[in-house]
């Protein structure tokens, strides 16, 4: 928890960043009435960290195959996309992988 004070290590930014993150994704997730099981919340979650410690390091990704990724439907995709447009500065790559997780919870419903 943050009380105020400047963060100034990568570990507490990446943290700091997660959290807010999660936070607006499972928002998102629970306006779309997409709610994942307890395995796909700690999956996501698990990515969402990683993501917030690729956007404060710059680690890039392995490279990733656009076409692995044509079946995912556009409502993921979207919703991927916007969570990865709150991080500024990561590439769209990210949201294809983003959007697998969204696409598995909506078998949820």
């Not at 997660?18 to 996501?44: C, D, F, T, W």
């Not at 919703?79 to 949201?95: C, H, I, M, T, Y």
């Not at 992988?97 to 078998?107: D, G, I, P, Q, T």
């Amino acid at each position: 928890m943050n009380n105020g004070a400047v963060i100034t290590d990568a570990g507490s930014q990446t943290e700091a960043l997660a959290e807010r993150m999660l936070g607006q994704v499972y928002s998102l997730l629970k306006e779309h009435g997409i709610i994942p099981n307890a395995v796909q919340q700690q999956m996501l979650t698990s990515h969402v960290r990683a993501m917030a410690h690729r956007s404060i390091t710059g680690e890039p990704l392995p490279e990733v195959e656009a076409s692995l990724f044509d079946e995912i439907s556009p409502e993921s995709m979207a919703l991927a996309r916007a969570v990865v447009a709150q991080f500024g500065n990561l590439p769209d790559e990210e949201a294809w992988l983003l959007s697998v997780h969204f696409e598995v919870a909506k078998e949820n419903i």
